[in-house]
């Protein structure tokens, strides 16, 4: 690619971005069967769609819980999505594996995780995460793979058949400065994964027991795919402050520009990339800095 087309491809790209950059995430409470994981799955359901609204763009998010959380009705929610730039799936709940399909557990037919490939994989668009919380999810990894896709299990294979830990230190790295090592004050899929893998072992550590459940990540990116912002300025409604409020939307407007550019780093020439990064940087810290000055005058 030339740098004139090269120049064009990017400012295409991040204007596109700008204009309707699209999030869709589906939150998905599996079966809890006993009091104390029904409740764990819905606090950690509610941190990670807490967690999906700090994103910038156009973020829609779907939580599916209790009598609504069937096989109807996440197939009814892949066949009308359009075409998201990016899209999260989190699955949270118990998972089961006979030795040749995986099932998540909700009311009703549990669904495959071929099932769940099929859907992803006739939904068009751009990146795609899925994230499965509970037992046995590792058993779904080789037959979600897909190279636009990043998959995150709490175990590494089928066999891992008890409950899971992982979905609930998964949920509060969302939250939590410490999972932010780059203290860029996000956090990304691998961010998030690593702080709860690490949870996990401390656990069965400090217990002195045998590990049961060892997570597993596959795919590409997903140091660069920001599941949360941490930290972020409170802002005034428009009404209040109506320079307050253009401030913060251009802060939007730069926050998704940078996270296209960034997954779409292998498209991109080293120079274009790093020149455009470099500047995104400058104006996005130049909008912080005006936001901070402006919110605590």
């Not at 819905?42 to 069937?70: F, K, M, Q, S």
């Not at 401390?202 to 949360?228: S, V």
């Amino acid at each position: 690619m030339t740098a004139g087309r090269c120049s064009a491809f990017v400012a295409g790209l991040l204007a596109a971005a700008a204009a309707c950059a699209a999030t869709d995430v589906l939150v998905v409470e599996g079966l809890g069967g006993e009091a104390r994981y029904a409740d764990a799955f819905a606090v950690e359901a509610e941190a990670v769609a807490a967690a999906a609204a700090t994103l910038p763009g156009d973020v829609r998010i779907t939580r599916l819980r209790g009598a609504d959380a069937n096989r109807e009705a996440v197939a009814a929610y892949f066949a009308d999505l359009s075409a998201p730039d990016l899209l999260l799936v989190y699955l949270i709940g118990h998972g089961s594996f006979n030795d040749i399909d995986f099932k998540f557990n909700i009311p009703g037919p549990d669904f495959t995780d071929t099932e769940l490939a099929t859907w992803l994989d006739d939904t068009t668009g751009g990146t795609q995460l899925v994230v499965l919380t509970g037992s046995a999810s590792g058993a779904a990894s080789d037959t979600l793979a897909n190279d636009r896709r990043i998959i995150i299990t709490a175990t590494r294979s089928g066999v891992e058949r008890h409950a899971t830990r992982f979905g609930e230190f998964f949920a509060a790295a969302l939250s939590d400065p410490s999972a932010d090592l780059d203290k860029n004050r996000r956090i990304t899929a691998r961010e998030a994964f690593d702080y709860a893998a690490r949870a996990v072992a401390d656990t069965f550590k400090e217990a002195q027991q045998l590990a049961t459940e060892h997570a597993l990540l596959a795919g590409q990116r997903a140091d660069r795919l920001t599941l949360a912002r941490i930290d972020e300025t409170p802002t005034a409604p428009a009404d209040d402050d109506p320079e307050l409020a253009r401030l913060t939307a251009e802060r939007d407007r730069l926050n998704a520009e940078i996270e296209a550019l960034q997954l779409a780093r292998e498209r991109l020439s080293v120079d274009e990339y790093r020149d455009t990064f470099t500047r995104l940087l400058i104006e996005l810290a130049q909008t912080e800095e005006a936001i901070d000055e402006r919110a605590n005058r």
